[in-house]
């Protein structure tokens, strides 16, 4: 007898499998990873088979068997790796799973399959009818006429000739055609733009870089089997990870490319689809189920093996992986936010190492762990032989108040641009009109009913918004407290400056990128495509557009509020506003006329600002992972974030406290514990928070992933919500 044993899709917290069910005769051919409807008490869920077995513990008769099996299952490669992902970030095993399973299948047992699609073909009767006066409609002629062509599918023969599936069938039973359903892959709704071509000859760098990521493909004794690419800006990286790939796609192997979420852009897919054609797969949730899951069919397949796409590409089912790159390896978006808080980044190096695979992780900003762990490959220069553009740091606390978010040498420079026609990006850390109003008669401030924060000004809209929840409210005309119409702004955000470079510099174009503006599906890429093809503009908007993008007529970026990031009160504060700083001042000077950056900041002996005015990641990175080591931050120590969140503060207190207290006595050694702290309300829930500095990983984890479920399951906290995130970003 076969057994299953298969971890049911529930989201509840409490069940938790594997249970074992009997495999019919049917069912014999079930492999682990593969999907089943199975009889569950009074339910029927979906499961996911992560074992087999030739015996239960149970007698026989107790056991029941799966209702079905489901088209397409998941490698056990990935099934491993999915239940990793469960253990590894505290979260339950069907939640791990949902990870790894074709697209489209969920808990509630919804699913996606293939499209079907009916194609007929003439047969040796059809001939002998049309040449032989038979009786024939004149639309069963017609298709007749049209299949002598070739086969063709039914909706291409509706089209041609008008006939439905009715005349079809009549056709198929007197013999005259026969018919087959077959597999047919969506039409893709990517938008796509032309890409240039080409395989450009590679700098002496680029060439080192691709030789040595070949050997350790080769597993040449040796060769490092993870490494970071540490380019410049525009040092021609994706190139690198372009010939990586071509390498491992000639040894017979597949390779997955991650890329941030924003760096799906239209024109860097392009450029992948372009040197490798039909090989190769996107999968991002973005795109329609139905399209994903044929993406995802056909890399389980083997038609396709390369798979470019955001952090949960790094789930996609390649057989035999022979390469993981991480493009702009420093970006946020490779960190999951919903449970399981996953980072891709991390995910990529397990699944590399149980696979055999080579990791390479490629940014002009490493993160502070990834430059103390991983040998280096260094692309100091970049590929047009243009210096990296020079970085004035203007210090915004001498500057004139009544001359506004704008030094006069940024509109100065703003204005050079215009002369020239050129392009330039601004950049503003916060999307909106301005961050507070307030009444300057008697000092009401606005703030969101649900959270513990300002409303923010949209003018656009005529709205207050929260940024944290979806209340909004109309823009107030007078102050409800005293009636006083003389309420005041203050603070800048995206819509103030695009109306303020708006009017000054007219008539130059004034684009905005923001979350608000790029909300809509296409509306990032339209954005970004309009900046491109005017004569001359000014692209203004949040961090998103200083990520990745190559405009060579930009010849002037600038960031009006650097410090902002480094106010955070968070240990990344100053690698985070380095790297924002960095890449921004990549943008500009792509071009053969150069470029110019400029830095508005309060804090401008910051190091992370100097260093990056300097292009100088290496004396920046050294200072921050001695920094770090003396706080015993990451990577010196491993932190976990535990979050509670309730409408009573009572019980909220009650369950941090409890919490605390029942971690204390069985945590490793070497454990830190902070808190409870509170930390500010949101929807209208409270929130407390622990964080744990641990020495010991894997222990410290198994204790909070324990106490949290022990907890969780005591009846009278209830209505406590805890939620786990093990290296919080
Ligand atoms: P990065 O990813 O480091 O920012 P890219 O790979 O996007 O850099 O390269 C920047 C530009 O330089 C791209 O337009 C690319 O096609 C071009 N490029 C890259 N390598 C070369 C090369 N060896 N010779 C000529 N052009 C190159
Ligand atoms: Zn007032
Ligand atoms: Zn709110």
Redesign the pocket.
Known sequence: MSIAKVEPLTTARALRGPFDYRLPEAMADLEVGSVVRVPFGRQRLLGVVVELAEASELPPERLAEPLEALEAGTPAELVRLGLWVAREYCSTPSRGLQLVLPPGTGAAGQRVRSRLELRAEIAAPGEAALSGGERLGVKQRAVLEALRAGEMSAPELAAAVGADRGVLRRLEERGLIATCSSRVRRRSSHPEVGA?GGR????PE?EAAVESIVAALDGEAGAPREQLLH??????????YLAAVEAALARGKGAIVLVPEIGLAPQAVARFRARLGDRFAVLHSALPDGERYDEWRRLRSGEASVCVGPRSAVFAPLRDLGLIVIDEEHDASYKQDGDPCYDARAVARRRAAESGAVLVA?T?TPRPESWLELPRLE?PRR??GQPMPPVAVLDMREADPRSGPLHPNTWEALEGVRAAGAKAIVMVNRRGFAPWLTCRSCGRHWSCPNCDVSLIVHRHSGRLVCHHCAHSEPLPRACAECGSTTLSRAGVGTEQIEALLGERLAPMPVFRLDADTAGARGAHARILAAFGEAESGILVGTQMVAKGH?FPEVTLSAILDADATLRFPDFRAAERTFAMVAQLA?RSG?GAAGGDVIVQTLAPTAPSIVHAAGHDAATFLAAEVERRRALRYPPFSHLTRIVLKAESEGRLDRAATELAQALMPVLPDGTDLLGPAPMFRVRNRHRRRLLLKASEREATIAVVRDTVERLAADRSLREVAISVDVDPQ
């Open positions: 240039r450009p000859e590679l700098l680029q380019g410049v800006t525009g040092s021609g990286k994706t190139e690198v490629g002009a692309l590929v047009d190559d990549g792509r």
